[in-house]
């Protein structure tokens, strides 16, 4: 059941006002004639979670079309939101605990926000959210300092795009979008830097893009280079194979000899999701650039492990799933529990031929 409080609704005529659907429940009645002139959406920091946000952001741009819709984001990740159709601003947060967000508040507090939405669950999100001082702040239950907020909606599991579809169904959106295929939208400028690069390194007709690499924060996920350097070696045989990331993979790119280019730390994020879009297919770890290619309509092959496939898998493209079904998979846990030859056994033991097989199928080879 969707819990609030209290809110005081703003004077004016309305633009637009929030409403509930039928299946959720309502506002109280002073939050229905809210005017909802100003949206601010606050969201998590990394790359798959903003993308799993872009249903709902269309949601909030099709149920409020004359509000301006602002997004807080971190910096890396702005450049994405640039050329959408459902942001009219971006605010950039700071890293930093409350001291270094206190610009940001009095910035938030200025603008006179009607309507807050808060994607996040961390402590300073609620704080920022509550700083605009907006008459509906909805968020998740299990919210870090949740008192703050006006409105709350359950919340199970990782951030996915159902848990935001619901948020903004709470506060009156209809839900057209349910995956993010064809919302992502990267400018010109993006595509030319991405087609220069693969005219400097000589790749004409279709090709494959592989991210093997994860962040030291989620190194749980990494499939061992190795098995990538024997899949990638029959893979390049047939089509130019890609490596992406944010630094190169020499790992990889030592065992392998020709048809193998590695872009990894030469593409910001509107280039990489434009070279991901030229691809014919991308494979890689259960990451944020795999559905950076699959917002970009690339058929996808993902490597999963202690991840679940079936909560955080690719959406709205065609695609499979490669893993190696172990008792203790999906784990979702950040350090694997067990030790020597069993550590990591979900991915040590899924074998090169399983992604190759993979790819041959989705591609019809």
């Not at 249903?55 to 741009?61: G, K």
């Not at 944020?288 to 490597?303: C, E």
Request: aromatic content about 6%.
């Amino acid at each position: 059941m969707l819990e609030h409080q209290n809110s005081k609704a703003s004077t004016g005529a309305a633009t637009a006002t929030v409403t509930a659907p039928a299946n959720v429940a309502a506002l109280p009645a002073g939050c229905l004639s809210v005017p909802v002139r100003r949206i601010v959406t606050f969201h998590l920091n990394g790359l798959g979670d903003l993308l799993f946000t872009l249903p709902a952001l269309s949601a909030l741009r099709e149920s409020f079309p004359g509000a301006r819709i602002t997004s807080v984001v971190r910096p890396a990740l702005a450049p994405l939101l640039q050329d959408s159709p459902f942001v009219d601003d971006i605010l950039l947060r700071p890293k930093g605990g409350l001291s270094s967000q206190a610009a940001l508040m009095a910035k938030l507090h200025g603008t006179h926000f009607d309507l807050a939405m808060a994607f996040s669950q961390s402590r300073n999100t609620t704080l920022l959210v509550w700083s605009t001082g907006a008459a509906v702040r909805a968020g998740f239950h299990g919210a870090k300092m949740e008192a703050l907020l006006t409105h709350r909606v359950p919340k199970e599991g990782p951030p996915r795009i159902e848990t935001h579809l619901e948020l903004v169904r709470a506060v009156g959106c209809a839900t057209h979008h349910l995956d993010y295929n064809g919302l992502l939208h990267i400018g010109v400028e993006a595509t030319s830097r991405a087609q220069e690069l693969l005219d400097d390194a000589g790749i004409i007709g279709p090709f494959l893009i592989a991210a093997c690499a994860a962040s030291d924060k989620r190194g749980i996920k990494e499939w061992p280079a190795q098995h990538w350097v024997s899949a990638l070696k029959v893979l390049s045989a047939r089509w130019p194979v890609v490596l992406v990331g944010t630094e190169p993979t020499h790992e990889v790119t030592s065992q392998l000899n020709g048809n193998v280019w590695d872009f990894g730390g030469r593409t910001d994020l509107p280039s990489l999701a434009a070279l991901c879009g030229k691809s014919a297919l991308f494979c890689g770890i259960d990451s944020g650039v795999l559905h950076l290619a699959a917002a970009m309509q690339t058929p996808v092959v993902g490597i999963y492990g202690p991840s679940d496939w079936r909560l955080t898998g690719p959406r709205g493209v065609s695609h499979r799933v490669v893993r190696h079904p172990v008792e203790c998979s999906p784990c979702m846990l950040a350090k694997c529990k067990w030790e020597g030859e069993d550590e990591r056994k979900c991915l040590t033991r899924l074998h090169p031929n399983q992604l190759v097989t993979a790819i041959h199928e989705l591609l019809g080879v």
